[in-house]
C-alpha cells in the first residue's frame, strides 16, 4: 500500500556542527537504503525548508511506522501521513 | 518542473444527476488526455473524499494554471499547489 | 489494516423531510452491513452533532474507499482518515 | 463512559538516553496495567510520531484525568479527549 | 458528569420569519424544560453571536447527545462539547 | 461581571522538582482565596492537562486582569478569556 | 467597559440591490445613533472587505449585546469580541 | 505607500454564463485602468485558483480600499492586506 | 495614517528578575514616548496575558517598524499589524 | 519562474549579540548580491517583525532552494513560497 508522507525536520540550533553533518549524512545514507528496497517510490525537496515529501510503500501502517522511526533524524521530525487509493484515471488506463 | 497537486471537488448537493454523471465522465477523458500528454505524473485518491493528490509536470506555474483550469470541475474545486525541488537522495542516486 | 475514520454529516437544511428520514433509515440499513462484514469494527456517535468516528477495516485504502463511498450520505459528508499501526502495549501482550 | 484519547509526546531533544528508556519502559508497564484493569480498551500507534489514540473507559472525566496524569510521560504530552456517545448501529445492534 | 457545551446557531437567512420567532420560542420552552430537569446547570450568551456556553449535567455522552438533539435548533448548530472533571481547588475544599 | 476563563499552564520540564511543588501549592492557596472572596464563581480541571476552565467575577476586564495576573503560575500560562452575556433562559427565569 | 469589537458583514450574493441598499443605509443610521449615544467610542473600516473594528463602551456584555444586536445587519454578520483592560501607560500617565 | 493585496475570487456556481463572461470582462476592463494609473505596480494569478496577488500603491488605507472597492468583482471576493514596509536591502542600495 | 497594532509579549521563563524589571521599565517609558509623540493613539492591555492592543499613527509602514523595533522588548514580540481606513460613520460625521 | 516568497527568522533569544550582528551582516551581503543577479526581483520588509515578503526568480524550485538555502540566516527561517503565474492583466497588455 502507498502512503503520501510529508517530513518537516527541525534540528536544534545549538546542535553541535560535526553531530549535524555527521546526522544528516546517516541520514541520506538510510534514505538511499529505503530507496534501494522500495519502501521510498519517490520523495521531493519542499523549497525552502529543511523539509521533503514522498510517496512510501509499505504492507501496512505499522511497517510503515517502523520503517519510518529508522531514520537517523526521526527524534527531531514532524511527519504527516496520508494513505493513498488507487484513482479512476489508474482504474481506467489498467482496463484498457 | 514538476509540482504537487491536491484537488478537493466540491459539487454542489443540488447538481442535475446526468449532469453530474456527465461532468465527472468528461473529467475523467480530460484527466486521462492529461496522464497521456505528460502533464499528470502520478495520481491518487484520497480514501474517503471526491479528492486527490498528484504530481504535474509543467513548464511553469503558467503552464501548471492552463492545465488546472482545463478540467471540467475546475469551477467547483479548490486546489493547493506546491513546488517541487530535487531531493539530495536523487542526486546521490543520479551522481553514482 | 485498520484505519480510525471520522465522519461529519452536513445535510441541506432544506432537505425533504421524507427524504431525509429515508436516507438515514438506508444510512442505518448500510451501516449495520458494514458491521456485519467486519469493515466497521467499531463506531462511536460524537455528541453533539450528527457525526461518528469509529474504527474500520479493509484490506488498503482503495478498499476503504470504496466502502466509505457506498455509504448513502457519502456526497453530504466530511471525512477524516488515519491509518493505526500496532501499539507497543499490543505488542507486548502478544508477546507474553 | 468511554473516551476518545489522542495522545502525542513530544520528549526533549536533550534528553539523557538512559532516562529516556527507562522512562518509555515505565510508560509500557504503566500502560499494561491500564489495559489489564480495562481503562485501556484499545490503543493504536500513529505511524510517524510518538503518538497514539485509544479508546478509555472511565466512570467520569475525574476518573479519567487520574488515569492520564499517572502516566509516567505526562508531563510531556499533548492531549485530546473526546467523549463518546453510543451510535445508532449499537443500538439497532443490541435491540435486534 | 458535567460538560462545558458551546452552541453557535447558524439560522438560514431566508428562514421564514415566522418559522424563524416560533423555532426560537420553542427552544427557549426546551430551554427552559432542561433547566428545570438540572439538565442545563448554568447558560451564558456569548456577546455579538447567537451562540451561548453552558455547563450541562447528563449521566453520560449518550444521555448528553439525547438532550442537545432534543433542541429544536439542533439541525442548525455547530456545537462543542468538553467533558469537566473536578478541580484541585473543589477537591481542597471539600475536604476542608 | 462574569467572565469565561480558560488557562493552560505549561511549566518548563527542568523545573527543579521542589520549586515545582512549592509553586502549584502557592497556586493552590491563591485559587482558595479568590475562590472565597468571590472571583471564582466555579472551576473545571480539563482532562489529560494541566488546564481549567471557569467563571470569574470582576468588576472589568482590569480588575479580572489584576486577579489573573497574580497567580503564582502566571508566566507559565495562555490564558483565553470570553466576556459572557446574560442568556434569555435566565432572563425569561428571572421574570417568571 | 471597553470591548474591541470586529465585525464581518457578508450579504447574501443573491440580495435584491434596493434591500441591500436600504439595509445599509438603516445599519449607517444606526451606526450614527451610537456613536451619539456614546457606545460606539472609534470605528475604522478593514480596508478590502465590508468589515470595521470599533472601540465599543458598555456597561457589561449584556448591554454590549443588546447594542451589537441592534445592527440592522446583525442576522449577516461574524463579531468577534475582546474585553479591554487599562493599559500601564495610560496608568503611568493618570498618575502623572 | 505599497500593500501586498491578495484577492480570491468565490463566483456563485449558479451566475449565469452570460453575466459571468460580462463580470470578467469588466473586471478585466477596471484591472487594466488600476494598472496604468499606478494603482496596481505588479499582480500575478495563483496557479490552481480564480486568485491572484499584486503589489497596489495607494496613500493610505482609505484609498486602497476605494480601489479595492471599485472592482466589479468585489462583492465576491476574500481580500488579504498586508502593509509593506522598505527592506534594508533596499535601503542599502538606495545609499551606495 | 493608523494601524491596528496587537502586541505579544513572550519573556524566556529564565529570564533573570532584575534583567526582567528593567527590561519592563524601559519598555514603559518607551511607551510614555511614543504616546507623547503621537505615535501611540490608544493602548489597552489583554486581559490575562502580557499583551495590548492599540492604534498607531505613523507616516507609512517604514515608520510604523521603526517605532515598533524601537521598543526594548521587540525581540519576544509577536506582532499583528493591520491598517485602518476612514469608516462611512466617521465620514457621515465629517460631512455633517 | 516567479516565486513569492516569505521568510521569517527567528533568531534564538540567546544568541550572543556580536554573532546577531555579524549573522544579520552577512545575511544583508547576501541577499545584496540575490539583488545584483536577479535572483530577488523585489522585497519589503513585514512591520512589526523580523520578516520580508519578495518576489524571487529562479529557474526552477532546485534553483530556488539553493537560493534560500544559501543565506546565512537559513538555519532560524520559516519560509512560504508560492509559485506565480502570469495574470490575465499582463496578458492583456502585453498583447496590446
Given amino acids: 500500500?502507498?502512503?503520501?508522507?510529508?517530513?518537516?525536520?527541525?534540528?536544534?540550533?545549538?546542535?553541535?556542527?560535526?553531530?549535524?553533518?555527521?546526522?544528516?549524512?546517516?541520514?541520506?545514507?538510510?534514505?538511499?537504503?529505503?530507496?534501494?528496497?522500495?519502501?521510498?517510490?519517490?520523495?521531493?525537496?519542499?523549497?525552502?525548508?529543511?523539509?521533503?515529501?514522498?510517496?512510501w510503500e509499505a504492507e501496512d501502517a505499522t511497517a510503515l511506522h517502523a520503517a519510518l522511526s529508522s531514520l537517523p533524524v526521526f527524534a527531531y521530525t514532524e511527519i504527516g501521513v496520508t494513505p493513498l487509493a488507487r484513482h479512476p484515471i489508474v482504474e481506467a488506463e489498467a482496463g484498457s
Same sequence: chains 1, 2, 3, 4, 5, 6, 7, 8, 9, 10.
Fill in 1 to 55: 500500500m502507498e502512503f503520501l508522507v510529508s517530513i518537516q525536520v527541525r534540528l536544534p540550533a545549538d546542535l553541535d556542527p560535526a553531530e549535524r553533518r555527521d546526522l544528516l549524512a546517516r541520514e541520506l545514507q538510510r534514505g538511499l537504503e529505503l530507496r534501494r528496497d522500495g519502501t521510498i517510490r519517490a520523495i521531493w525537496r519542499i523549497p525552502g525548508a529543511l523539509a521533503n515529501v514522498g510517496v
